[in-house]
């Protein structure tokens, strides 16, 4: 019984190919359909990418900038009203940097809310390389069907037809389907090239106006004092400003705490250290501060050597 069924169904399958193959699958559709495809793929990607993430962080960007230039500078006072109007509609990496410099109430909210936590860490990039491996398997899944179809239903309508020189016959239809699959391949890969390079420029605009708004912040957000009883006693007292050797001894907690976390990247460890070098090729270091951030060199290599 289940033999019956099986042998009914791969009839129909095959019927089905070579009725396709006959009346549709000719190269000037294939190749056509082929475009068409390509052409919906890439407008679901973009529509995709472009009102996912990036576009969450360019509203916000636009409601932080919106919102300084109507109430001023980000006080104490007015604080709440920031985070409601602006920080809690932004992605929850945003969101945990103002949590932590809110934490720590010290230094600026640029050193607790960075590009790397926010544009380079691989739960972000991924979002595009989750989108190009998606678009590459709709495209393997599509020329594994096409070949299928032409093959299977080809097969069909060669023994059908009673053609003499069977292998001269399968030789053309091996050949056609090469050549569809060689199209096929061609659009793949032009679409997948071209929808990942306009997230690339996409991200290269997203970089530059993320920076912009951290200035806007670390400009207009003075310092943050939490509600706690001695500012609702004291209101007037300020918050005092980290000293130099505070935030050179907080930026090598930080990177230690990086070295150290076993779910660091190889990427987020390069980046860390190309912004240790940029501090010793600044000139701006004493001696003691030289010799730490050397220290922090080694340890950071020593980090990238064990994830390798």
């Known amino acids: 019984m289940i033999d019956q069924i099986l042998n009914q169904g791969w009839e129909i399958i095959e019927s089905g190919s070579a009725w396709l193959f006959k009346s549709y699958l000719t190269g000037g559709r294939l190749v056509a359909l082929t475009i068409a495809i ?19 962080l360019l509203r916000g960007f636009k ?44 230094g600026l909210p640029g050193d607790y809310i960075t590009e790397y936590d926010c544009l380079q860490v691989p739960a972000v990039s991924y979002r595009k390389r989750g989108g190009v491996r998606v678009l590459c398997v709709l495209w393997a899944l599509y ?70 708004w951290l200035d806007l912040l670390d400009e207009n957000v003075e310092g943050y004092v939490a509600p706690t009883i001695a500012t609702v006693e004291a209101s007037e007292t300020t918050l005092r400003l980290p000293t130099r050797e505070e935030k050179m001894r907080d930026f090598i907690t930080k990177v230690m705490s990086i070295c150290a976390d076993p779910n660091s990247t190889i990427a987020s460890l390069k980046d860390i250290k190309s912004k240790v070098i940029s501090r010793i090729d600044s000139g701006e270091l004493n001696e003691t501060e030289l010799t730490a951030m050397e220290d922090l060199i080694d340890n950071i290599n020593r980090a990238i050597i064990d994830k390798v």
């Open 38 to 56: 390509a052409l919906v793929l890439s407008l679901v990607y973009l529509i995709v990418v472009y009102r996912g993430y990036p576009s969450q």
């Open 63 to 106: 409601r932080t900038t919106k919102f300084i230039r109507k109430n001023g500078k980000v006080t104490a006072d007015g604080v709440s009203d920031f985070e409601r109007v602006c920080i809690s509609k932004m992605p929850s990496s945003v969101q945990a940097g103002w949590g932590y410099y809110k934490k720590a109430m010290r």
């Open 143 to 212: 020329a594994i069907l096409v070949s299928f179809v032409l093959i299977l239903g080809g097969a069909r309508l060669i023994l059908e037809n009673g053609v003499v020189d069977v292998a001269g016959a399968q030789m053309v239809l091996f050949s056609f389907t090469f050549s569809i699959l060689l199209v096929i391949a061609l659009v793949a890969i032009i679409q997948v090239s071209s929808v990942a390079g306009a997230y690339d420029k996409r991200e290269i605009v997203l970089q530059r106006k993320f920076l912009a």
